[in-house]
């Protein structure tokens, strides 16, 4: 009859005592919290998510790493980065699970041209609508993470969805679902922030990792895809992680300020040259015929009046 | 290169004469041949549609209103490319064909200097030592061959954005769109200066001939060049003839109102030019 996941109940009709779920706050927004610390780079994920989304399995590319390929591609949404790195003269393996971060001031979204190729739910998912997609790429140079890939076949661009199929429905991304080690976590952002902080704080305090920290960049409002690393202070070591991620400005200022006042300035332009026409007139070719009437309306009235 | 330049537009010029012509009546001069409007027209319609296409994907409010024009979104991206690369490609030939006589000159510093009292209407001749295409014509052509390459630079980085970093796309989408809304104002006033701003312009590039008074007026420097004459002494000429004309009617009209009165009869045709 109903859905209790979606819909809460205001009022029972012969119902004693309080009405179960009432006065309850839902907290809209999701977050995915991975714990880098804890992977195990099994990518476990990635075949979830190929199977979920229902991608054929495609070629992989082996360059001298356990990485199944460079970067994510349009039907590969989520790819487990394998950085060789450095730390105190020992050697370090970081593995960070690499898919959208679904912004909350999505670069994808501001940059898109076309009306509804791209929409962000309350619950902060950013998801892309491919049947709206002009496939410009605009969204491929809008986004600081370089997600977003174009599909040459169809010219539709592609990227996680955050399972929002899943999500919609109650469960838990592919991802989520898969993981062994349960270094992926899904839930509201509150909690998955508060589950990530006390990590952090294990790290810091037990395990030695002095700078470790949450991952929620605030250059762009946050993500709902946080990250708990060794060390927060150098993400790019984790296969290119930003730390200050950016939308060109081309996508904010320029698109909602310089651009509808260009255009404001080309509709001014066609009236000022109407009113021209009207007020300043046409250039004849010259000589012009002497004006029969004169330039002011009421002298020539004037002189019509006095004729008998 | 100038002279292979010019051979080639000498061949074009006659190619294209033999399958169009250009009817020159008494009292009009040839402005622009077969060739030069062929190349203006396809030029103009490519730029047409480069510009819907274009706006359609430049401005959200524009989207629903312009990509329904060439069949949705997609296809609207997908054309918008191809409709400037071809206009890029016809506006090289006319670039070919009009470079020489667009070429910059002392008279069109004065002309910009100038542009005030063009734009007021104040001077009803122009100065005579505007030529074949005055200073605000070379402008917007110059501006076109600017925009043209930063159209065809940014485009191509757009196009295949796959190949070159972030950053330059985003780049190049703001240079693009600056060197549209250059090219729009400009397209707009010389679309307003072709037809409504002065009568027996459109004609140049339709016909592609001019009144000789046409020519006197916009363009003394190149009427002397064609005809030989003196621009200021024709235009002198023209002015006592119809002032001899505009008094001729009016004692004709006298005339013919005292006639009236009598109740005569009498001859009912005006005097002639």
Redesign the interface.
């Known amino acids: 009859m109903s859905d209790e996941r979606t819909l809460q109940i205001q009022q029972i009709s012969a119902h004693p005592g309080p009405i179960p779920g009432r006065g309850t706050q839902r907290a809209v927004e999701v977050c995915k919290y991975i714990d880098v610390t804890t992977c195990i780079g099994c990518k476990a994920c990635e075949v979830a998510c190929v199977e979920w989304n229902d991608h054929p399995f495609r070629e992989t590319t082996f360059d001298n790493t356990y990485q199944t390929m460079p970067t994510t591609e349009w039907n590969y949404y989520n790819l487990i980065k394998f950085a060789e790195h450095e730390r105190d003269g020992n050697f370090m393996w970081l593995m960070r699970k690499d898919q959208c971060m679904h912004c909350a001031d999505p670069g994808c979204l501001r940059a898109c041209?076309?009306?509804g190729?791209i929409v962000q739910y309350e619950n902060g998912i950013v998801d892309f609508q491919q049947e709206?997609?002009?496939?410009?790429?605009?969204c491929?140079?809008?986004?600081p993470f370089?997600i977003p890939k174009?599909n040459p076949a169809t010219?539709k661009v592609f990227k996680c969805t955050l399972c929002s199929d899943r999500v919609g429905e109650g469960l838990e991304p592919a991802c989520i679902k898969a993981c062994p080690t349960g270094c992926l976590h899904f839930g509201t952002k509150d909690d998955m922030l508060a589950l990530a902080n006390t990590r952090a704080q294990q790290l810091v305090q037990i395990s030695g990792f002095k700078n470790a920290g949450v991952y929620d960049p605030q250059s762009i409002g946050g993500t709902h895809v946080i990250y708990v690393l060794h060390d927060a202070t150098q993400p790019e070591t984790y296969g290119g992680l930003p730390s200050n991620p950016q939308i060109?400005?081309?996508?904010t200022v320029?698109k909602w300020l310089?651009?509808?006042a260009?255009?404001a300035?080309?509709f001014l332009?066609?009236f000022a040259?109407i009113f021209?026409?009207i007020t300043?007139?046409?250039?004849?070719?010259?000589?012009?015929?002497?004006p029969v009437v004169t330039e002011r309306p009421d002298e020539a009235d004037a002189k019509r009046k006095e004729k008998p | 290169m100038s002279t292979s330049v010019e051979r080639f537009d000498e061949d074009a010029r006659r190619e294209a004469s033999r399958h169009g012509r250009t009817v020159v009546h008494r009292g009009e001069l040839l402005r622009h041949p077969v060739y030069t409007r062929v190349l203006h027209w396809s030029v103009a319609i490519l730029f047409v549609l480069s510009l819907l296409s274009g706006f359609g994907?430049?401005?959200?409010?524009?989207?629903?209103w312009l990509?329904p024009l060439f069949g949705g979104?997609?296809v609207?991206?997908?054309l918008h490319p191809w409709f400037g690369l071809a206009f890029d490609i016809l506006f090289f030939f006319q670039f070919l064909n009009w470079f020489v006589p667009m070429t910059w000159t002392k008279a069109d510093s004065r002309w910009t200097r100038r542009v005030k009292e063009y734009?007021?209407?104040k001077e009803?001749?122009e100065p005579e030592d505007v030529g074949f295409f005055n200073g605000g014509q070379k402008l917007y052509f110059w501006a076109i061959v600017i925009s043209g390459l930063l159209f065809l630079v940014t485009g191509l980085l757009?196009w295949f954005?796959?190949a070159v970093p972030?950053?330059l796309?985003?780049?190049s989408?703001?240079v693009h769109?600056i060197a549209a809304?250059v090219m729009?104002?400009g397209f707009?006033?010389h679309v307003?200066e072709g037809t409504?701003?002065?009568?027996?312009t459109f004609q140049s590039m339709t016909d592609g001939t001019v009144?000789e008074?046409?020519a006197?007026?916009?363009h003394p420097a190149w009427y002397r060049d064609v005809t030989g004459r003196d621009p200021r002494e024709d235009?002198e000429h023209?002015?006592r003839r119809?002032g001899a004309r505009?008094r001729a009617l009016e004692s004709w009209e006298l005339e013919q109102d005292a006639r009236e009165r009598a109740g005569e009869i009498g001859p009912a045709e005006p005097p002639e030019r």
């Open positions: 041209p076309a009306d190729a709206n997609c002009i496939g410009c790429g605009y491929i140079s809008g986004c370089d174009f010219k060109p400005p081309s996508y320029w310089a651009k509808p260009g255009l300035m080309a332009g066609i040259v021209h026409r300043a007139g046409p250039k004849w070719p010259q000589p012009e015929p002497e | 994907i430049y401005s959200a409010w524009l989207f629903r990509t979104g997609p609207t991206r997908f734009a007021s209407n009803k001749l757009m954005d796959d972030r950053w796309v985003a780049v989408y703001v769109d809304l729009l104002a707009i006033i307003y409504a701003a002065q009568p027996g009144s008074e046409w006197w007026t916009h235009f023209a002015r119809q505009a």
